[in-house]
């Protein structure tokens, strides 16, 4: 493996990564030197704790939904799961290529990913995961099994999926969960497989919980207080589960999570943009994280949304600091990879530049992935070249699905 001496010029500490690893060195020997003076300064990778990396397209030009919907279950209905069923192979990886070059472009280094694509179901997580590779992130894959298309054969599809994918892959830098869409798409059947599968599999459950009420409304009408108390019921709540929004869940439900061994992710933009409010529950916990449920992984802007809505609901700095920071926490239990400080002996997952700019060089596992500002991993413009190919051809099959979701 390469190594790469981060030059700091006297003005810190310069750091040697070998072996995807920090060690302090004041000299390059025969690594490969990436200037790091000047103004620049070095922080760790951030963390995206929940998106959707088959959203990747949606920044070309995606047509807007018609008739433009009303209320957050019609945004799913009309944007979301409409485009999750146009999607192939080739609009796939071309989606996910494109996210995961804008993310790390944006000192994103790892990605918390809940992926559906109910057309292309099997092999659907190796298109995720060799994107990934390629480009040089790191990555956690599930499929969020749902019965929304094709019922309970659907569902066992979506199980099997995360199965297959936890048993054969073999890549160093991505690995797998098994997931959920949501408790209100699902029967008691597929919740009860889904939590077996994970506790068999020794991984946690990634899945949306009371992002909107619908999902409330839902696990009532079928016997239960909540979605949360389903999951338990049920035994779907294993450690290190990914918990995402809890906009409707209280307080003790989100300790219940926590004692659990789980986590909350937070998505700040997208409960925004979607309308569905403010999760104030998520105070009783510090495992909570941050995600942008789809919108491009840019940590920075969802830190400063998360900021400007927090402290509008009456939350403290110091508890929105620890979401922020949170991603590390959450990504070290999921996958072992205790990212988040430059410090000797951690993976050497570094951000080299100012802060609120855009990073000067990115390093993932001791390898450069952005250097002086640009993707070295891939072409860039063909990555963009593809997404732009890809996306009139998924407008045109959303176009065609029309009004029967
Ligand atoms: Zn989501």
């Not at 080739?90 to 000192?107: F, K, T």
């Not at 990634?206 to 016997?223: L, N």
Request: with cysteine.
């Amino acid at each position: 493996m390469t190594e790469v001496w981060l030059d700091r010029g006297g003005l810190g500490p310069s750091w040697l990564a070998r072996d995807g690893l920090l060690v302090e060195a004041a000299a390059p020997g025969s690594a490969t030197r990436l200037d790091c003076a000047g103004d620049a300064a070095l922080r760790p990778g951030a963390v995206n704790a929940h998106t959707h990396l088959y959203s990747g397209l949606a920044g070309f030009d995606m047509p807007p939904a018609s008739p433009p919907p009303r209320d957050f279950t019609q945004i799913l209905e009309r944007v979301w799961w409409r485009l999750d069923r146009a999607l192939d192979e080739r609009s796939l990886r071309a989606a996910a290529r494109w996210a995961i070059a804008e993310a790390l472009l944006a000192g994103t280094t790892a990605l918390v990913d809940h992926h559906e694509s109910p057309s292309f179901i099997e092999g659907s997580l190796d298109v995720l995961a060799d994107a990934a590779e390629e480009l040089g992130a790191r990555l956690v894959v599930g499929y969020g099994a749902t019965e929304r298309n094709g019922g309970r054969e659907e569902a066992a599809r979506g199980l099997a999926e995360c199965a297959r994918f936890l048993k054969t892959n073999e890549r160093s830098r991505v690995t797998g969960m098994v997931a959920l869409h949501a408790s209100f798409t699902v029967s008691d059947e597929t919740l009860r497989e889904a939590g077996a599968l994970a506790h068999e599999l020794g991984v946690g459950l990634h899945v949306h919980v009371a992002e909107g009420i619908a999902d409330v409304d839902d696990a009532r009408r079928r016997g239960y207080p909540g979605p949360l108390e389903r999951l338990l019921a049920l035994d779907a709540l294993p450690p290190r589960s990914v918990i995402a929004h809890g906009v409707h869940l209280d307080a003790d439900q989100v300790r219940c999570v926590h004692d659990a061994g789980g986590w909350m992710v937070q998505n700040p933009r997208s409960n925004e943009g979607n309308h569905v409010g403010y999760p104030r529950g998520l105070r009783a916990s510090w495992h909570v994280a941050l995600g942008t449920d789809g919108w491009p992984a840019d940590m920075d802007a969802e830190r400063d949304a998360l900021y400007r809505l927090g402290r509008a609901h009456g939350e403290d700095d110091a508890m929105l600091e620890a979401r922020v920071a949170g991603g590390w926490d959450l990504f070290g239990a999921l996958t072992g990879a205790h990212v988040g400080a430059i410090e000797a002996g951690r993976p050497a997952d570094v951000v080299v530049g100012r802060p609120g700019a855009k990073p000067r060089h990115v390093i993932v596992a001791g390898e450069p992935v952005v250097v002086d500002g640009a993707l070295v991993t891939a072409d860039l413009d063909e990555v963009r070249a593809r997404a732009a190919e890809e996306a009139p051809r998924l407008w045109a099959r959303m176009a065609e699905l029309g009004g029967d979701a």
